[in-house]
């Protein structure tokens, strides 16, 4: 057996780098934790793997995913809208003034 297997992962990873759950017996070990990215940012993941040196209390190991993705901006087209500008100048009269309060 090599030590890069791939096994059920994107990523190439050590065989015993590659668990995270370990049974009571502190020999059995699986592969049961993962984390799902939807099809469209696949491509956005550059590493994932499970920590075995973080000291969760646990006998799971945390799986950890750094991303690069690049978001578009939304639809919408800033230059055609057109925003509403107040006049606050006109809060300086007093009568203005006690009419907007009302």
Not at 73 to 85: M, Y
Request: hydrophobic letters at 25%; a positive charge.
């Amino acid at each position: 057996m090599t030590n890069h297997i791939r096994h059920n992962t994107r990523f190439q990873s050590r065989v015993n780098a590659r668990h995270t759950w370990t049974a009571p017996d502190g020999t059995t070990k699986n592969q049961i934790d993962y984390i799902l990215v939807d099809k469209r940012y696949r491509n956005g993941v550059r590493i994932c793997k499970a920590r075995q040196d973080a000291d969760c209390g646990s006998d799971h190991n945390p799986v950890i995913a750094c991303f690069q993705v690049k978001l578009q901006k939304n639809g919408h087209n800033t230059k055609t809208q057109t925003t509403t500008k107040w006049n606050t100048e006109l809060l300086k009269d007093v009568n203005v003034r006690y009419q907007f309060e009302l």
